[in-house]
Every structure is written in C-alpha cells, then in structure tokens.
C-alpha cells in the first residue's frame, strides 16, 4: 500500500499500451454499490429465502462513469453484483434458507450463514461451479456479517490478517437480526478495504469504501438537529478503523463480531467520538446532532482519509509524467457534494448535512468571552523530519512546550465563552480542528465546514480566523490540524485540551499529560513520541500520590499499545474517562496498565504508584512493533 499513485520504471509508451490493452478489456459484469437499505430475498411466513452468487464483475469505487477495478463480489441471482454484499435482515424466530452458487473459477470458503452465535473458524468450502444450501435460524437479535474467501491468509508487516486483502476484499455483506415487535429506524454501513496488486503501470495501491463508494462519492446524509439517530457499523476489513464523529457524542449501543454480538443496557453504554473498530468487528451507536451544520463521520488514521486514497486512473499517469494538474483530468466528483464540501479528503468519508431544528436556536451567551491566541510557526530547519511549533498566548503571557516540537496543552472551563484566534505563520495552508468539542461547524475547523453559505475556509500563510465555543463538558480533549498535509500532523501541530470544571484550577504536578505521536506519516512508523520527544526523560512520581494520566494518541496512523509495567509486572491504573467522557461503571475499575489506543482517542486513568523504584513506560507500533521506551521513577 502507498500513499501516492506514482508510475515506476514506466515509459509513455509502455503506457500507451497498457492503455490500449484496458480500452480491449472484454466486457464485464457491473458490480453495484449497496447502500444496504433494501434486504435480500423474500420473507414469508417465518421463512427467508435467498438465492445469492459468487461473481466476479467491474466495479466503480467513486463515480460511476470513475475508474473502475475487476473484482469479486455477491450478489442475488438474476440482479447485479453489489459491494457490499446483498443485505440479509430478517427479525428473530425467522427460518433462513440461502443458496448459495460460486461462479468464480475457484473455490469459495463461506463463514458467517449459520445460527447466532456461531464458531467463527467453521466456514464452508464451495467448489468453483457448484452450490450449497444453508437451513437454520436466524438467532438473538444483533449485528452481523457474512463473508467469503477465495485466496490463501496474506502477511502484512508482522500480521497475517484473518480478512482477506486481495479481490475476495468485497465478498460479505450485513446480516442482521432485529428483535420481534417495532423496531427503530436505522442504517446499516459496511466499511472495506481491498490492497491492490501492483502491476507494470501501477505500484500497489488501497482502496477504501463505505458502502461500496469512496468519498467525496459515499452517500451524503441529511437530518435535523434533535433527530435520534441509529447506525450499525460493520467493519469486515483487515484494518482497525477509529471512526471518529465531529460535532457531538455518540452512544455505543452494541458491540459484537461476524458470529457474535453484547447489546448494553442504557447504564452501561459508552459515549465516545471516537470509537476503534477493530478488524472483523461491528457496532450499532446512536446520537442527536445539536447543531445545525455540515459533519462529518471518518476513519481517523489521515491515510485513510487522505486525498492519496483516490483511486488511480490512467489519463492520471499520463499527466503526472508530463506536469499536468490533477485536477484538470479527474473531474469525477459527486454533484451533491461540490461546492461546499471537504474536497481535502478521500476515502473513509461520510458527509452529513445537519438542518436547523423546528424550534427556534438557542441564542448565544453574552457573557464576555476568555481570549486566546494559538500560534503555529516553523521551527528552523534540521534535524530528520520538520517540525513545528505551537504556542498559546493570553495577554502579554506566552506558554509553549519546552522543545516546541508539539502544542502545549490548552486549557479552558466548562461554560465559559471562549475565543482562539488561530495565526498561521506557516508556508502553507492550515487548520485547526478542537476535537471532542460540541460547537458550530463554521468553528469546528474543516474545510468547507459551517452551515448555508458560511463556509470554513482554510487559514491562509500569514491570516487568522477566531473559533467561538462554550465547552459544555469537563475532560480531556485535543486540539489538531485538519490540513490535508501529513507532515503538519507529524510536525507537532496538535495538543491537548483540557476542560476544567468552574473554579477548578490545573495540577501539573498531579495532572500529567501523555500525547502519543510519531514522526512519521504511515503505518510502519519507527519514530514514535510522547510530548513532542523521541528520547524520553525519567518522569519522577511520589509514593502514595494520586495521578491523573490523560493518554492520547494523536500521531497520523498509528494503532498504538501504552504500557507500564513489564510484561510479568504490569502497573495498575483505574479507568476513569474516554473521550473526554466518564466511563460506565462496567468500564471504571481497576485494571493492568495497559491500553491500546488508535489515532484520535483519548483516555483518562488515576494511577497511584505505592512503592519506589522504576516504573517501565513503553509504547509500541502494533503494525511493526517498533517502540519508544521509557520510565517512570517512584520516589
């Protein structure tokens, strides 16, 4: 997988062939893209059946008339192919028959056509040509999935994936359960990833997809400000995926994987904006936007979303090896979507339009607003990679981080107005981005953000632009820039933001920040942070003291494991928060010191330390397990 589309050792006319070579392609079958609204087959009397097929077909990831890549995929018999896989949804006590014919030239392993819950490593082998017949019950309620293989496991870094990464990535489709009675609205979004086989025009590459489509190309979704809103996320994919909400808390309702699903009672739900989906599993969460707007929903690992996830297309080739722009030759963009859009971001992307409530807004508070300024600048240059430097500025008093090589923490109170004037001495475009916080689009530092006609523009080399908001929540938040560019995020323009309570005043001392980044912008990162550093210094801790550790990782892509302690003698902690929200008791209890955290989580522990001596600090890369190491010294 690259991050960018680049021709090696190619000549024009090498090109020019394999171009005449496509324009010659036999033609194929049209695979669909599923926007998993209409169920499969047919429902009678307790009975569903559905007659499905292993194809293989052509299939357009973005636009329709886009580049198109020939894979597998299902679909019933005698309608198109869809990627996703046809949706099965029938309510509990049903009786399910499904048919199922492979009309690849190979054979197919199914998983997932069997009762809830199920033995996830049973799948049944269909020889090319022939077909099965699957009879059983439906199960508990849940969300599911069912899905194929077609190739052997491939290694990726130092794993070797369950999912399939090749062209049997789009072989599954949503299996879900309702309970019997009235059931809520809701939408069901399939998440998948395909790494594509290099060839001799092309390096590898990745494509990603919700649903079938790749933004700017996913659906665009429409509601109202104080809509409850209901969605079940599947993701089949070999990739964890932190979806990360902008804007407002989401509920996670249930929690499960292909063969298994934990519905939790209204106690014990987690609110979160930032939820880690890990390979094989799903979700259904629910939430209210309250602010009119436009929103997004996305991957937060930036490869994931980045413009480098568009899919190639050969007049791209050509352009690049004689300086065209891209722009001039890819004018495959979604016709909902031009205009005000988030046109520096691809791939994991969906876009939602939130409309002004029937009820009149909330008017603004009068009260006179705390002013800050955030300063974003260059630090000189050397060193492996460039770094920036944030400060904040209140008054005549400057705060920055000690090697200005990230932010320094933000800190604000809950219910007081507040204004941060953001100044770009940068050479190039930037943004910022207060994740975590409920406030306006217009201020929540997306480009093309906002609401109508208010459109968030990018912060220019040499401009400012204020963001307004009032924290309506104590807790660990993160201020980051939303450029399309990686090196800024790999650069240090991010911190943490901190919402105290009124008249609570910052402990440094007790109150420890920990900020996961690397300096690296893909997933194979060797040089990984914490607080701007590559080496880290001994932290001193008191014997018997109570401390507050807010963990978060904002590096670009990184699937991060946090640990303190050895592996024979972990540290104990008690959870406390996530998201800057508090956890449910279920969660909120002691535990080993020990954490996984993607890109654009956050968490909060109390850790007391109750003997001295030396403390292990490690962090580790899950894709290639490098780490930076570390101690804590008890004293």
Same mark, same amino acid.
């Given at each position: ?158 794993? *070797? #994936?369950?999912?399939?990464? @090749?062209?049997?990535? %789009?072989?599954?489709?949503? /299996?879900? $359960?309702?309970?019997?009675?009235? =059931? ?103 939430? *209210? #936007?309250?602010?009119?707007? @436009?929103?997004?929903? %996305?991957?937060?690992?930036? /490869?994931? $979303?980045?413009?480098?996830?568009? =899919? ?104 007081? #107005? ?218």
């Amino acid at each position: 997988m690259l991050a960018t589309y680049r021709v090696v050792g190619c000549t024009a006319v090498v090109c020019l062939l394999s171009a005449l070579a496509l324009a010659q392609a036999p033609a194929a079958d049209e695979i669909v893209a599923n926007q998993n609204r209409i169920p499969a087959g047919k429902l009678e009397n307790g009975l569903l059946s559905v007659q499905l097929e292993l194809r293989t077909g052509a299939w357009h990831p973005e636009a329709d008339d886009g580049p198109r890549l020939f894979v597998q995929a299902f679909g019933e018999a005698g309608r198109a192919a869809q990627i996703p896989g046809p949706l099965l949804r029938m309510p509990e006590g049903t009786a399910i028959h499904v048919t199922v014919t492979n009309k690849l030239k190979m054979k197919a392993t199914l998983f997932g056509l069997n009762t809830r819950p199920g033995d996830a490593a049973a799948g049944v082998e269909i020889p090319a040509g022939e077909k099965h017949e699957f009879t059983f019950a439906a199960g508990p309620p849940g969300t599911y999935y069912y899905w194929a293989r077609t190739t052997d496991p491939l290694k990726f870094g130092t794993l *070797t #994936p369950v999912q399939p990464l @090749r062209a049997d990535t %789009h072989l599954n489709g949503a /299996f879900i $359960v309702d309970p019997a009675g009235p =059931v809520a609205a809701d939408r069901v979004f399939v998440i998948n990833l395909m790494a594509v086989a290099s060839d001799i025009v092309h390096p590898s590459f990745e494509v990603v997809t919700i649903n079938g489509k790749s933004y700017p190309h996913t659906e665009p979704l429409e509601y109202a400000a104080g809509d409850t809103i209901r969605w079940r996320v599947i993701n089949p994919s070999f990739s964890e995926h932190p979806m990360h909400l902008h804007g407002a808390f989401y509920q996670v309702l249930s929690q499960g994987t292909f063969e298994t699903d934990t519905a939790y009672a209204p106690g014990d739900r987690q609110s979160v904006v930032t939820q880690n989906l890990l390979p094989g599993s799903t979700m259904m969460m629910e939430w *209210t #936007p309250e602010h009119a707007g @436009r929103w997004l929903f %996305h991957c937060h690992f930036q /490869f994931h $979303v980045s413009t480098d996830e568009r =899919v190639p297309v050969f007049s791209r080739v050509m352009a690049e090896q004689y300086g065209e722009s891209e722009a001039a030759i890819a004018p495959h963009a979604h016709p909902k979507t031009m205009g005000a859009t988030m046109k520096d971001m691809a791939g994991l992307v969906l876009m939602i339009n939130v409309k002004e409530p029937s009820s009149a807004p909330v008017p603004a508070s009068a009260a006179t607003p705390r002013k800050l300024d955030l300063v974003i600048e260059p630090n000189a240059a050397g060193g492996k990679s460039r770094t920036f430097s944030c400060s904040v500025r209140e008054g005549k008093k400057l705060v920055a981080s000690e090697d200005k090589s990230v932010g320094p923490p933000i800190l604000v109170t809950r219910g007081e #107005p507040t204004e941060i004037t953001v100044v770009n001495h940068l050479d190039a475009p930037t943004t910022i981005h207060w994740h975590g916080l409920e406030l306006d689009s217009y201020y929540d530092g997306v480009v093309g953000g906002g609401a109508g006609n208010q459109i968030t523009p990018a912060i220019q080399p040499g401009a400012s632009f204020v963001a307004r908001f009032t924290p309506n929540r104590a807790g660990t938040f993160i201020y980051h820039t939303h450029a399309a560019d990686p090196n800024q995020l790999s650069g240090g323009v991010y911190g943490g933001l901190i919402v105290l309570e009124p008249g609570e005043s910052f402990d440094s001392e007790h109150d420890r920040l920990l900020v996961i980044g690397t300096r690296d912008t893909f997933f194979d990162a060797t040089r990984i942070t914490l607080n701007g550093s590559e080496e880290l210094r001994p932290m001193v801790f008191n014997r018997g003291a109570t401390y507050r550790l807010r963990v978060i990782n904002m590096a670009p892509n990184l699937p991060a494991n946090f640990q303190l302690g050895s592996n024979e003698h972990p540290a104990r902690w008690r959870a406390l928060a996530k998201d800057g929200a508090r956890l449910p008791s279920r969660l909120a209890k002691p535990g080993d010191a020990l954490l996984h955290i993607a890109s654009g989580e956050t968490y909060d522990f109390e850790f007391q330390p109750d003997a001295p001596g030396e403390i292990p600090l490690q962090i580790e890369n899950d894709v290639n397990k490098s780490k930076l190491v570390g101690k804590i010294v008890v004293q």
